[in-house]
């Protein structure tokens, strides 16, 4: 402590992973046996039978948690794309591989999201669909109006020829 400020004393392995569990959970992560194992220094299999035989109400992920890692996952691809950027920038060469396998994780998180909020998706792809449906009822009626308006004009010059007809013929 020689400027006042104290620093960490080195931590062990077990000791780190127990304290990440700890912030996990005191983050809002779920708190699975594991984790809680791993918190608590115990074992997940003595967790397992202590909440069995005490009944422990144990829940599922839920979706916060989901989007949770969908947003640190997404966070990761992005990492991987900004380094090829850098890469590029400094000259150097893009592997095809590289970005094909980002593309799929792309691709794959888009799918996981849309599969994890069924809700929304649904709402989405209806408003896609009622928009498409008001594209194609306004074009409908630019269309019926046209028709009408040639109709219109049909109908005036055979009554303009008929009411001609009649009056040359009498």
């Known amino acids: 402590m020689s400027n006042g400020v ?9 000791r ?3 304290l990440h569990a700890l912030r996990a959970l005191a983050e809002g992560g779920h708190a699975t046996i ?5 918190a608590s220094g115990r074992s ?16 599922e992920a839920g979706p916060q948690d989901v989007s949770a890692r969908i947003r640190k996952a997404a966070g990761m691809v992005l990492g ?15 592997d095809k591989g590289a970005i094909d396998g980002l593309i799929a994780m792309i691709r794959g998180l888009e ?11 649904a709402r989405e792809n ?4 009622n928009e498409d449906l008001a594209d194609t009822l306004r074009r409908i ?14 109908m005036v010059e055979e009554k303009s020829a008929a009411a001609g007809g009649v009056e040359g013929g009498a």
């Not at 594991?34 to 791993?38: G, H």
């Not at 799918?111 to 998706?121: S, T």
């Not at 209806?126 to 669909?129: E, G, V, W, Y």
Request: charged share 40%.
């Open 6 to 14: 104290r620093t960490m004393p080195e931590l062990t392995a077990g």
């Open 16 to 18: 780190r992973a127990r």
């Open 34 to 38: 594991e984790r809680l194992a791993l």
């Open 44 to 59: 997940a299999g003595t967790l397992r039978r202590l909440a069995h035989t005490e009944g422990w109400k144990l829940t």
């Open 80 to 94: 991987k794309v900004e380094e090829l950027g850098r890469a590029a920038e400094d000259g150097g060469g893009i």
């Open 111 to 121: 799918k996981i999201g849309e599969i994890m909020r069924p809700e929304e998706a």
């Open 126 to 129: 209806q408003i896609r669909d």
């Open 141 to 154: 009626e630019e269309r019926i109006v046209e028709l009408a308006g040639e109709l219109a004009t049909r």
